[in-house]
Nanobody, 118 residues
Framework: QVQLVESGGGLVQPGGSLRLSCAAS????????MAWYRQAPRKERELVAS???????NYADFVKGRFTISRDNAKNTVYLQMNSLEPEDTAVYYC????????????WGQGTQVTVSS
């Protein structure tokens, strides 16, 4: 099985920065796409950013120019650098990975709370 453990969330003032990390462990042979999603209260979960194994990135329009996704394949880890945070960015952030063990499966982290407030 594959376990994803997230870290880096917290409370930050508007205009501040946070860096989220998500590390995968288990009997992993490879990881394809890694991504970050978020879910605000009373809203559906939405894609924030994704990155392929080769490093191609995709961002939601509402974070372009403010957030940067990156990955370390040797560590099976994905990062999300969040700058210029706004109150509207307040949500639980989840990482997602398509990882191959004996088969290719989609795995989710437990979520980490990000709160942007003065």
């Amino acid at each position: 099985q594959v376990q994803l453990v997230e870290s880096g969330g917290g409370l930050v003032q508007p205009g501040g920065s946070l860096r989220l990390s998500c590390a995968a462990s288990g009997s992993i042979s490879s990881i394809n796409t890694m991504a970050w999603y978020r879910q605000a209260p009373r809203k559906e979960r939405e894609l924030v950013a994704s990155i392929t194994r080769g490093g191609t990135t995709n961002y939601a329009d509402f974070v372009k120019g403010r957030f940067t996704i990156s990955r370390d394949n040797a560590k099976n880890t994905v990062y999300l650098q969040m700058n210029s945070l706004e109150p509207e960015d307040t949500a639980v952030y989840y990482c997602n990975m398509y990882a191959r063990t004996t088969y290719l499966g989609s795995y989710w982290g437990q979520g980490t709370q990000v709160t942007v407030s003065s």
